[in-house]
């Protein structure tokens, strides 16, 4: 990563809304439903499955919870009705998990109760450490309900991550990632080598328990050392699949898929769409280069 890179990724902030929309336009389906519709028929066509994320996050109004949840139900039904090959992903703090945990429960429930009724299946996103512990006790009470179509996720670069493996309820449905926020030393691990590590450990780990693995990653390492377990254990395709962010390495999707194995692509759309710019672009600093061409007159972005 060169010293401009991060200095423009650390300037994001003071660039003008309307080039950050332009080049977050290969991150963010659009600001509506049927924009996410659009994205996701399209990805269909190419022969990969969808999750679809509704922008937004640390609410604090239990009346943007209920619209949070309205919101939803909306793209579930739209999904059916469109017989599009997607499910979809929340963000507990957008469901009142910083308000009080048993409205998040009750709202959360509501929505995979709704999910199943439609042959759907809900991921609940992992957010920072603060929200680590609630989040798997939000999990393991759906199942402990008997509801089934409702996944979590888990962060490889969290030195937790081996022990929470180990206490999630029979035959989970976990999506593993490495991790963006920003957490200390004694939380995360910080060491690309380290975090991969652990991302292979708690595959294995996941594979032991019979689980199904939702491989999220844009880095190739870890693409191969999750391709050698596939194959080391014999495990068929509907028994696991990777997954990658919308607009991250499109080279490398059609590679993970050429080599037959499922792909789900992450939609998030929504009006919210500013600060997941931020956030995607301050992660990969190495898009300043589109930032500075859209930024020059006469670019098409």
Known sequence: MSVFH???ARSLPLVPRPIVRRVSQRYIAGETLAAAVATVRALNAEGLMATVDILGESVHD???????????????HALRDARLD???????????LKIDFDLCYEKVKALVVEARALGNFVRIDMEDSSCTSATLDLYRRL???GLENVGVVLQAYLR???????????RPNVRVCKGIYVEPP???????GLINRNFAQALQALFDRGAYVGIATHDEEVVYEAQ???????????QYEFQMLLGVREPLRRVI?????????????GPQWYAYSLRRLKENPQMAGYILAAMLPGSKG
């Open 62 to 76: 239990a009346a943007l919870v209920e619209q949070a949840l309205r919101d939803y139900l909306d793209a579930l």
């Open 228 to 238: 050698r377990l596939v194959r080391e254990r014999r495990l068929e395709p509907r």
């Open 6 to 8: 991060t200095l423009v």
């Open 257 to 269: 898929r050429r080599d037959g194995h499922r792909l789900r692509v992450y939609v998030p759309y």
């Open 186 to 192: 004694d939380l995360a691990f910080k060491e690309r």
């Open 143 to 145: 199942r402990a309900e």
């Open 160 to 170: 937790r991550t081996l022990a929470d493996v180990a206490a999630l309820p029979d």
């Open 86 to 96: 997607s499910n979809v992903s929340i963000k507990p703090t957008n469901f009142g």
